[in-house]
């Protein structure tokens, strides 16, 4: 079952908690949170208030991607505002094994995300720590931008190292996906894809959730 995570990076921060019932009335499993501090990437967004507000107001699972330098200072915030899962960044930790070890502990899953430049292979050794691995598809900072198709070969390469070591961590998609390109990231591995202007920015939040599910439903009937 492919999982919809729509990033409020392009939602009505005026009526933000209506975008959100919106998408989780029309079967969204995931809120992704956007979280920039204007050095790991060049944009500054929201913190855990944000992610409090929101706990509790719905029933999906809270994602909050941190993009952010040094996230082991934040990990303790995000968790006690109400995160669900915490993924950080593998170019922006020092000691990758001990964050992730961190944010299990604190009693979130954790996620770990590469850039669309950086190898797989630098998580090779914490992979059966990980309950997700974020891959980006486009260069993390923005919404809006489009999806960088040289991205797909690293997704297929995930989903071969995890299934090789019968790991069950989703492989989540981040950045330019809509029902265009929803297809190509299931087709090679994808299981939870963020969608943030093909959602909030579409005018019809039901209608885009229920063209990403058909996009991403189709690839798997042919599957089967
Ligand atoms: O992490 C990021 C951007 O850095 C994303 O989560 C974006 O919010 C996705 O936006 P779209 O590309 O779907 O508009
Ligand atoms: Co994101």
Redesign the pocket.
């Known amino acids: 079952m492919i999982k919809l995570a729509p990033?409020i990076?392009?939602a009505n921060f005026a009526a933000l908690l209506e975008d959100v019932l919106k998408a989780e009335e029309a079967g969204a499993e995931y809120l992704?949170i956007?979280v920039m501090d204007g050095h790991f990437?060049p944009n500054l967004t929201v913190g855990p208030l944000v992610v409090e507000a929101l706990k509790g107001r719905c029933r999906m699972c809270l994602d909050v991607?941190l993009?952010i330098e040094n996230p082991d200072v934040f990990i303790d915030r995000f968790i006690a505002a109400g995160a669900d899962l915490v993924t950080v960044h593998a170019e922006a930790c020092r000691h990758l094994h001990r964050t992730l070890s961190t944010i299990k502990e604190k009693g979130a899953k954790a996620g770990v995300a590469l850039n669309p430049a950086t190898s797989p292979r630098l998580i090779e050794c914490i992979l059966p720590m990980a309950d997700l691995v974020l891959l980006?598809t486009?260069n993390?900072?923005?919404?809006?931008?489009q999806f960088i198709p040289e991205v797909l070969p690293k997704i297929r390469q995930v989903r071969n190292m995890l299934d090789e070591r019968g790991i069950k961590a989703e492989i989540q998609v981040?950045?330019?996906?809509n029902a265009s390109t929803a297809a190509a990231a299931v087709e090679a591995g994808a299981t939870v894809l963020?969608?943030?202007?093909?959602v909030f920015?579409s005018g019809d939040i039901p209608s885009a959730i229920a063209q990403l599910r058909t996009a991403a439903m189709r690839v798997r009937l042919n599957d089967s």
């Open positions: 990033s990076l392009s992704h956007d990437v991607h993009m980006m486009v993390p900072g923005f919404g809006g931008q981040d950045g330019g996906i963020v969608a943030g202007s093909a920015g």
